[in-house]
């Protein structure tokens, strides 16, 4: 299988990075044509260099300050940066500054190539090499290697291109899912809607469906191209083109986010970590670049040291956990920094600064915590790829490890202790409306969402250790309980075919709907469900619509009364209908449909009369 790397190549204007490309693969980059009068890049150029196994793929990004944007959301993805500095100009403004947002995006390895080395002196190669070991001693994290270059020294770029093959391949994170931020959108005669990006996260296979964030629809793929060859699976971290159905080129634009549908939410506030490189006021507007999207936000910051902050958005942002971002205003880049938290959580100014610490350090054991106590009703980890970039699986092993949780791996819910508590309060409740309530986990976790049955079920069965509860069969009673029934099941089930066949008999033409009666007699939907069906087929009562039920003698009594008031009345409409039982209108037309049934009825413009 051929070994990918992405290089991104940076630097000051006219500092040689399209002509050192050439030199190298024979591609010019500027295909527009106004990029070739000009002669500068005014966008992202994408060519490759292949031998063997190993293939480069270069994004060339366009050096004048002014395209500063586009220079951005090229940098996203890449591997190695190159960064080219004319030997006769030195060190310029644009290069400080590439340097400073490849820095901010987690770009850590640089090939500095001292372009144009012909022009200058030897003396003046190393003069320059000292000044970019003190530029890059200001970056305590990244490493970097000097070359000297020229492109009318076949050997110089030779050794380059070398130097570049040997470079080792980056592992790149998978999350179990693509991530794909567009880059550029254009239109293939024939073919249709082309975009073309770096795969972010996980491999890409043409079957699949591609989910749009910002369009909200799923989208097909008629074609992948990887670095220029048709392929059926895109691997995680190459460059991708994508040939989309279901889709105009007029509909996306650089930095939509192609996903897989599920994984994702957007979301207008996040809580970051700044680095800043400029002075930032708080509750400024900035320009914020994530992936290739850009976009406008308000910045609040939550400290006083400005470490942390929360970034409220324009549009909706569908961030994940430890995501890199640039912030400029309209003449430089201010600083940028990673995401913290996408998906913002009710907290106390306290707690929600020491989460953030917490995710700041990677402690997402202590971040657990804290959100244990933030959520006294749990919280899901069925996102936990958003919020903190790890698996389900994962996310299910550090809560485990936190005492006096309650972890349901089958509902992906981590509850705190203080959810027993609150639970039990609502059984206390439950038995103190109504002694002889028959309890389950399920009937439990039907009354109260936010409890998980196996929760409900642990909580149930404690109670019942401790013997402030009993069980008949499998349902839990108070002690106070005086119905006298045994464990034994046809009892139980007798009980409750009962006891819902009266309260429908007592409603009378008023039958409340079945989830509604299940409420009242604290009966779980499956028990209830069962009895029924059981009715229905015995034909004690009839279905008339989804909701409404009502039992067979009581329909037939009606049925007599609505007869006789057309042979009074002489027809029978939802007025005269309404003056003899003062029902509400949803009982009233149902019975009236029903009534339409019988063939010897006429129903003409609402009144009911016999043929």
């Given at each position: 299988m051929q070994e990918n790397l992405i290089i991104g190549t940076m630097g000051h204007i006219d500092h040689g990075k399209t002509s050192l490309i050439a030199a190298m693969n024979g591609f010019w980059g500027d295909s527009f044509t106004q990029e070739k009068e000009r002669g500068i890049t005014l966008d992202l150029s994408f060519s490759n260099l292949s031998q063997n196994q190993k293939n480069i793929s270069f994004i060339d990004m366009p050096g004048h300050e002014k395209l500063v944007k586009n220079m951005i959301a090229g940098a996203f993805g890449v591997d190695y940066a190159m960064l080219l500095i004319a030997a006769n100009e030195g060190i310029m403004p644009q290069t400080i500054e590439h340097l400073r947002i490849a820095y901010l995006l987690g770009i850590n390895d640089f090939i500095v190539v001292l372009s144009k080395s012909d022009l200058v002196s030897l003396e003046k190669i190393e003069q320059l090499k000292n000044e970019i070991q003190e530029l890059f001693g200001k970056f305590s994290?990244?490493?970097?290697?000097?070359?000297?270059?020229?492109?009318?020294?076949?050997?110089?770029?030779?050794?380059?291109?070398?130097?570049?093959?040997?470079?080792?391949?980056?592992?790149?994170?998978?999350?179990?899912?693509f991530r794909y931020y567009i880059d550029r959108v254009f239109v293939i005669k024939g073919a249709g809607c082309v975009v073309s990006g770096t795969l972010m996260d996980g491999d890409l296979s043409v079957d699949e469906k591609i989910w749009c964030a910002q369009l909200g629809r799923m989208l097909g793929i008629k074609n992948l191209q990887v670095h220029g060859q048709t392929q059926s699976?895109?691997?995680?971290?190459?460059?991708?083109?994508?040939?989309?159905?279901?889709?105009?080129?007029?509909?996306?634009?650089?930095?939509?986010?192609?996903?897989?549908?599920?994984?994702?939410?957007?979301?207008d506030s996040i809580e970051v970590e700044i680095c800043a490189f400029e002075s930032i006021e708080h509750n400024s507007k900035i320009q914020l670049f994530l992936g290739a999207l850009r976009c406008v936000a308000r910045i609040l910051f939550l400290d006083k040291d400005k470490k942390f902050a929360t970034l409220k958005t324009s549009i909706p942002i569908f961030g994940i956990f430890n995501e890199r971002f640039i912030l400029r205003d309209d003449r430089q880049t201010?600083?940028?920094?990673?995401?913290?938290?996408?998906?913002?959580?009710?907290?106390?100014?306290?707690?929600?600064?020491?989460y953030l610490e917490l995710l700041s350090k990677g402690d997402l054991r202590g971040a657990f915590a804290i959100l244990l106590l933030a959520h006294k009703k749990g919280f899901g980890l069925i996102s936990a790829i958003q919020r903190f970039s790890i698996s389900q699986s994962q996310a299910l092993e550090i809560a485990s490890t936190i005492p006096e949780c309650f972890v349901c791996a089958k509902e992906l819910i981590v509850y705190p202790k203080i959810a027993r508590e609150m639970v039990k309060g609502i059984i206390f409740k439950i038995f103190s409306k109504n002694p002889n309530a028959l309890l389950s986990a399920a009937l439990l976790s039907q009354k109260q969402s936010w409890v998980a049955e196996e929760l409900a079920k642990s909580v149930l069965d404690e109670m019942?250790?401790?013997?402030?509860?009993?069980?008949?069969?499998?349902?839990?009673?108070?002690?106070?309980?005086?119905?006298?029934?045994?464990?034994?099941?046809?009892?139980?089930?007798?009980?409750?075919?009962?006891?819902?066949?009266?309260?429908?008999?007592?409603?009378?033409?008023?039958?409340?709907?079945?989830y509604n009666l299940y409420d009242e007699l604290d009966i779980d939907r499956q028990t209830g469900d069962s009895v029924f069906k059981r009715l229905t087929h015995e034909k004690k009562i009839l279905r008339l619509n989804h909701k409404l039920f009502i039992c067979s003698d009581v329909l037939a009594r009606l049925l007599e009364l609505m007869r006789g008031i057309i042979k009074k009345e002489g027809y029978l409409d939802l007025g005269n209908f309404k003056?003899?039982?003062?029902?509400?209108?949803?009982?009233?037309?149902?019975?009236l449909d029903y009534l339409d049934s019988f063939k010897d009825i006429v129903n003409t413009d609402g009144k009911r009369t016999f043929k």
């Open positions: 994290s990244l490493r970097f290697q000097i070359l000297s270059c020229s492109i009318y020294d076949k050997q110089s770029i030779e050794t380059l291109k070398t130097k570049l093959l040997k470079l080792p391949k980056k592992s790149h994170r998978d999350l179990g899912f699976i895109a691997p995680n971290g190459a460059r991708v083109a994508i040939n989309l159905s279901g889709v105009s080129h007029q509909e996306l634009k650089r930095g939509d986010l192609l996903t897989k549908k599920g994984y994702l939410r957007g979301f201010l600083g940028g920094g990673r995401i913290l938290s996408p998906i913002i959580d009710p907290m106390k100014k306290s707690q929600k600064l020491k019942l250790e401790k013997n402030e509860l009993n069980k008949i069969d499998s349902f839990y009673v108070s002690p106070r309980n005086v119905l006298g029934l045994s464990s034994d099941t046809e009892e139980i089930a007798n009980y409750f075919y009962k006891t819902i066949y009266e309260t429908l008999r007592s409603q009378e033409f008023q039958p409340i709907a079945p003056a003899h039982l003062n029902l509400s209108r949803k009982y009233l037309i149902a019975y």
